[in-house]
């Protein structure tokens, strides 16, 4: 069907008998680019989701994931009714029950947990589902904090990414995505667009036509790093001495830009003492790396102008993950890379229109204990000293997506673990809830979404009924805090009055907010400079390139390298990066095929194992059992697994987390799953 234009949202077209309407929408899954969608639809059938131009960077076209989504909105997984469990945690076996019966159910058993064991014995659990304002963060949080529940330390994905960008830049926004085109070299480390946020492709292939540099940092050839001028290989969680061992590079051949660091930046010379004991070769060594190749990205960053790093999350995966992002972010400040257009650096945008929805919530936080959503398998453990006993999952697939997998579920089997998962389809981790609760997908609810990459905000509005008996999050948490005896006459519960709340209380540029309210969607424009129309948002204004907090967090260790975790028994590296067609395991229940673990021919052929063997991956916590495909875009030492993958996916039911231990990087309490270390073999 051809791409509609923005003026015939709203309006019913005839397209041979049918009458189809194209209604607006917008994206609200964890993916940076936030796409604006024109869905037609027939009477209450989706017909096809596209692209629309109301987000510029959308450009009028989006992934399959979405052009697909009715096949989510419908499958069979899919939740239609609320369920109670009558089997054994995990069987699957449930009954399906009114709405009524089952919040009654939820709000005596929550009340009963937070009676006799305190409220910080129930723990929310939740995180990626959606990025949209009206499905976290809102009625809720108003829930949970009213409970006394337990607080959950958010740190499954960007913490310490999160971290070394607030202590360095104040979390400054980065170059648009779509200013990419303007570009001389493009350096993507440890990020592959390519799946994770495909409209930053074609400014990236714009800019090449007119003979932009390209280089990727990635031990994966991702699609983007075959047409590269260097692809730098390097061992995952190195990323920090090829970082800093560059810092000190254009410190010592005078490409250092004294001038600007001296008026922009503090910490600099604590910085460079860390960056002083790494040289191209000791980095190169590390990183097993070429010089030569090490040698061409210093002097093609050096050289190069506007120059851009776009930084993914690869790098903050592992034990040296914040102190990485760092050196890497610091590296534009040195090199005097920002004030021109298509300069500088992108990490997350996350904080360019950000949304403020504390006044949504209406209620303070109360300081109950934190609970790092990484440690969640361990926080669940039998006879734990303040255990938890309710557990309420929601925009969550924790069986999935969180590290130390065998924990999680051993925590989920309990019985004496009320557990309760509020999600679109039968998860993995729904099959060990006690009650179920459906939920509506982003077509089916209102929403209020801003991005991490595209940096806009889109209000959408349902566009066809709820699937079923499906409720939204606002509506549910709502008709909760009523059961629990929380609600109070002025709390906003209406999408309207939760959005005019949030609206209110953010702090946009003058005009966002009547944009918003006029045309659904407001945005920073394109074609802001980094350091001429935006600047860091420190207290001083300045780049702190030592900021001391991140110091101290990290133990006084902050930019000092730790060592690989890999061990004679578990020497291979085990990398579980984001699917193409999944966003993390959403979307998962789609993909029936069997899953392969990607391994590097000569770490194959000297395990004897074959292209398509059955064989066994493992460390000393878990095992996964798959087939192995041999891919030389891999390279030697280091294997691959993707993340999201469902149980039904592997012939043990587990899948990379159950390989990923729950230790915290160096900042911000964040993930170290691509610190996995495995050993793999031939299974008869
Ligand atoms: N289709 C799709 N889109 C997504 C997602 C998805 O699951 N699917 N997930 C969304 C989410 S939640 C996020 S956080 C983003 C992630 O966006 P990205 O960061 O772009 O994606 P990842 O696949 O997590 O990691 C990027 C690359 O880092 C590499 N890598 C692994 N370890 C290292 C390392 O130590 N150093 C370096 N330099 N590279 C390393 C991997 O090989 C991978 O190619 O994407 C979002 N978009
Ligand atoms: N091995 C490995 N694991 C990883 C990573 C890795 O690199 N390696 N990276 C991780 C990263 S980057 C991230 S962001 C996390 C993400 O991990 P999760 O936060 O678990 O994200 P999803 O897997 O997308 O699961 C979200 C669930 O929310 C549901 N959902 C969506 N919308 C709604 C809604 O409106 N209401 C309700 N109630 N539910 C909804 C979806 O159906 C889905 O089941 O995974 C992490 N896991
Ligand atoms: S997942 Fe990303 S690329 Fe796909 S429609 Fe949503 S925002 Fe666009
Ligand atoms: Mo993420």
């Known amino acids: 069907m051809p791409l509609p234009a923005n003026d015939t ?17 917008a994206c609200p899954l964890d993916c940076p680019d936030a796409c604006s969608l024109a869905v037609s639809v027939e009477g209450d059938r989706i017909v096809s989701i596209d692209g629309d131009h109301r987000n510029p960077l959308t450009a009028g076209f989006i992934c399959s994931k979405v052009r697909n989504f009715a096949r989510h909105a419908q499958c069979d997984e899919r939740l239609s009714d609320p369920l109670v469990r009558t089997g054994a945690k995990g069987s699957g076996d449930f009954a399906k029950v009114s709405w009524d019966v089952a919040l009654d159910l939820v709000a005596t058993r929550l009340r009963d947990i937070a009676k006799r064991h305190g409220g910080e014995a129930i723990v929310p659990l939740c995180y990626g589902g959606s990025n949209g304002a009206l499905t976290q963060d809102g009625v809720d949080a108003r829930m949970f904090r009213r409970l006394g529940a337990s607080r959950l330390a958010r740190t499954v994905c960007a913490a310490p990414s999160g971290s070394a960008a607030m202590g360095l830049y104040g979390k400054m926004p980065g170059i648009a995505l779509a200013d990419y085109e303007h570009s001389a070299l493009t350096v993507l480390w440890g990020c592959n667009p390519s799946a994770s946020g495909i409209h930053l492709v074609p400014p990236l292939q714009r800019a090449r036509a007119r003979g932009a540099k390209l280089i990727v940092i990635d031990p994966r050839r991702t699609p983007l790093a075959r047409h590269a001028d260097v692809h730098l290989a390097l061992r995952p969680g190195t990323d920090l001495v090829v970082a800093l061992a560059l810092a000190r590079w254009l410190f010592d051949h005078g490409h250092a830009d004294l001038e600007f660091l001296e008026r922009h ?45 776009r930084c993914g999350w690869g790098p903050e995966r592992n034990r040296n993950g914040g102190s990485a992002i760092a050196a890497i972010l610091a590296l534009p400040a040195v090199a005097g890379k920002f004030g021109v257009l298509g300069g ?7 904080r360019a229109l950000a949304l403020d929805g504390e006044a949504s919530i209406a209620q303070s936080e109360p300081p109950t204990r934190e609970i790092n959503m990484n440690q969640v398998g361990r926080a669940l453990a039998v006879g734990r000293a303040g255990g938890v006993f309710g557990l309420f999952v929601y925009n969550c697939n924790p069986l999935a997506t969180l590290p130390d997998q065998n924990a999680v579920r051993r925590g989920l089997a309990r019985t004496d673990l009320f557990t309760i998962v509020f999600d679109q389809v039968m998860t993995d981790t729904a099959r060990f809830a006690d009650v179920v609760l459906p939920a509506t997908t982003f077509l089916e609810h209102d929403e209020l979404r801003s991005s991490y990459g595209a940096m806009t905000v889109q209000r959408s509005r ?14 549910v948490f709502a008709q909760l805090c009523e059961r629990l005896g929380l609600a109070r006459p002025d709390d906003p519960t209406s999408s309207d009055a939760l959005v005019a709340a949030i609206v209110d209380h953010s702090a946009w540029p003058p005009g966002a907010a009547a944009a918003l309210m006029a045309d659904d969607l407001t945005q920073v424009p394109a074609g802001r400079v980094q350091f001429v129309d935006v600047f860091a948002r420190t207290p001083d204004q300045k780049i702190n390139l030592f900021p001391e907090a991140l110091d101290a967090e990290a133990g006084g260790n902050l930019y000092r390298y730790q060592d690989d975790p890999g061990t004679p028994r578990h020497p291979l590296v085990l990398v579980s990066p984001a699917l193409a067609r999944q966003v993390s395991s ?48 891999l390279r030697p030492g280091v294997v691959c697994l993707p993340k999201g993958l469902w149980s039904h996916r ?13 230790a915290l990087a160096d900042l911000g309490g964040g993930a170290t799953f691509n ?7 031939a299974v008869p």
């Not at 949202?9 to 929408?25: A, F, K, M, T, Y």
């Not at 991956?617 to 878990?622: D, P, Q, W, Y």
């Not at 899948?655 to 231990?661: F, I, P, R, W, Y």
């Open 462 to 475: 349902p566009v066809v009924a709820p699937f079923g008996q499906s409720r939204p999050n606002y509506t």
């Open 650 to 662: 592997t012939q043990n039911g587990a899948t990379a987390n159950a390989l990923c231990s729950d």
């Open 586 to 633: 959403t979307f998962g229940q789609l993909d029936r095929r069997p899953a392969a673990l990607h391994m590097n021919p000569s770490d194959a052929a000297s395990r004897g194992l074959v292209d398509g063997g059955r064989i066994r991956v493992f460390n000393e916590l878990g095992e996964v059992h798959c087939s192995v495909v041999l891919d030389d875009d």
């Open 675 to 681: 610190d996995a270390r495995v050993q793999v073999e």
């Open 9 to 25: 949202l709203g309006r019913p077209v005839l397209l041979g008998r049918q009458v189809l309407e194209i209604r607006p929408s």
């Open 265 to 309: 930046a503090t910490g600099v010379e604590a910085f460079r003492e860390r960056a002083q004991a790494w040289t191209l070769d000791r980095a190169a060594a590390v990183a097993e790396v070429d010089i030569g190749d090490l040698e061409r990205v210093a002097q093609l960053y050096a050289e190069a102008s506007p120059a851009a790093i």
């Open 344 to 350: 500088g650096y992108t990490m997350s945008n996350g």
